[in-house]
């Protein structure tokens, strides 16, 4: 089976207008991102998926593989989709364009779960450390069963934790594996009426049937919305590199 890993590149970021191209210690982010992606183990070709030049030039600078796509996308996963209908695969790994700190364990536990449930999503998980982000709306908290697969996400605290017993809360993390089928589906299915009380489209696979697995890692996301994330992000990869 192809797997292909494919990172949208939007330009018009409301609160960073051309994020994709800030400079972190000498290259554009979506270079990190890609050579992150590219190095890992079961990936079998890397696209940066933009809807605009100027990223296009820059991946092209680069030497990497990108797609144009429309500029009238609404979500990720329409972006992904235009890509998914221009070339050729059968996973598709959805990795987010502005986490330039992705960790190549992650996308390769991922993949390897995929490849053994064909017909799922797979997304990832990590354990939340402190209540305050438990009960932080703006992150996205996910609760599975013995089997690995999501019950359900939210971004409230779940479970609720009536009988005060010890118990792990865990935060979501955006990175999706798709089989073709079903991100082809998911992008012409309507809005799921959770999805639109909550704000978060997977809530529409999980509300049509589809099998969402999640692995656990210890990698937390660390993106960047604002421009002042970039010095956050230069000082852990001068730590780590």
């Known amino acids: 089976m192809k797997v292909v890993g494919i990172i949208p590149a939007r330009y018009n970021s409301s609160r960073f207008p051309g994020k994709p191209l800030a400079d972190i210690l000498g290259k554009p982010m979506v270079q990190h991102v890609f050579e992150r992606v590219r190095a890992s183990q079961v990936i079998d070709d890397v696209v940066v998926a933009t809807d605009h030049e100027d990223i296009k030039q820059a991946v092209l600078d680069f030497g990497g593989r990108v797609v144009m796509t429309s500029e009238d996308h609404e979500t990720g996963s329409d972006r992904i989709a235009e890509v998914v209908s221009k070339i050729e695969g059968d996973i598709f790994v959805n990795i987010q364009g502005d986490e330039p700190l992705i960790h190549t364990g992650t996308i390769d536990k991922i993949v390897e779960t995929a490849l053994e449930n064909p017909e799922s999503v797979v997304t990832a998980k990590t354990k939340l450390e402190n209540m305050e982000d438990v009960q932080d709306p703006n992150i996205v908290k996910v609760i599975a069963d013995r089997k690995d697969s999501a019950i359900y996400f939210s971004r409230s605290q779940i479970p609720y934790n009536r009988s005060k017993e010890a118990i792990n809360y865990y935060k979501h993390l955006g990175i999706y594996s798709y089989p073709r089928e079903v991100i082809t589906q998911f ?13 978060l489209e997977q809530l529409r696979l999980l509300e049509n049937g589809y099998s969402i697995k999640v692995i656990e890692t210890s ?10 994330d970039i010095q956050k992000v230069e000082n852990i990869m001068g730590v780590t590199q």
Do not use: C, F
């Not at 992008?187 to 704000?199: A, I, K, N």
């Open 187 to 199: 992008v012409d299915l309507p809005q799921s009426p959770l999805e639109r009380v909550e704000v």
């Open 219 to 228: 990698y937390d996301a660390v993106g960047v919305d604002v421009p002042e």
